[in-house]
């Protein structure tokens, strides 16, 4: 049974496992080897490049494969607010409202609207960011720079995690 090498063998359990900026795709794979980790999971969007241009650069000159792992929206939303429920005692309402006071910052925008867009466009971190056609469009093009994009209430549909 083949395994995938995310984090030390010490290393607390967690989604966000790379602590690494993704700048470029060299000095990224380079970071892996070094770590040997056969892959690495966003969760923060302080992690991620400040624009789409700058992604879609990226996983291009990537040597490996890439994914992303994505969640049917309210699916996602409810499971992070369940999350920031326990840790902030907030309710539904005061989550979809929360600012950078009670939400840190470097968790970025998850508790709004649009967020894979805004993750996959730089904006990740900006709650009060306006979207626009634009900002859309661009996601797009990063989805399609990956090799493979997820969806985590479908991963049964997805024979490609078969031999994990």
Not at 5 to 25: F, G, M, Q, V, Y
Not at 30 to 46: G, H, I, K, N, V
Not at 108 to 126: D, I, K, Q, S
């Amino acid at each position: 049974e083949a395994k995938l090498r995310t984090r030390p063998k010490d290393h607390i359990a967690s989604n966000c496992n790379c602590i690494w900026e993704l700048t470029s795709a060299t000095n990224y794979a380079q970071q892996m080897l070094t770590a040997s980790y056969d892959a690495c999971f966003f969760e923060r969007p302080s992690m991620l490049p400040s624009s789409a241009a700058s992604m879609v650069n990226i996983f291009r000159d990537w040597k490996g494969s890439s994914a992303t792992m994505l969640r049917e929206p309210w699916s996602r939303y409810k499971s992070n607010y369940e999350v920031d429920f326990l840790m902030f005692n907030l309710s539904i309402e005061d989550f979809s409202k929360a600012d950078d006071e009670i939400m840190p910052r470097g968790w970025g925008a998850y508790h709004r609207p649009n967020f894979y867009v805004r993750m996959l466009v730089g904006l990740g971190a900006e709650s009060q960011a306006e979207l626009t056609q634009q900002h859309l469009d661009d996601a797009i093009q990063v989805l399609h720079a990956l090799d493979y994009v997820l969806i985590l209430e479908k991963i049964d549909d997805s024979p490609l995690l078969a031999k994990f």
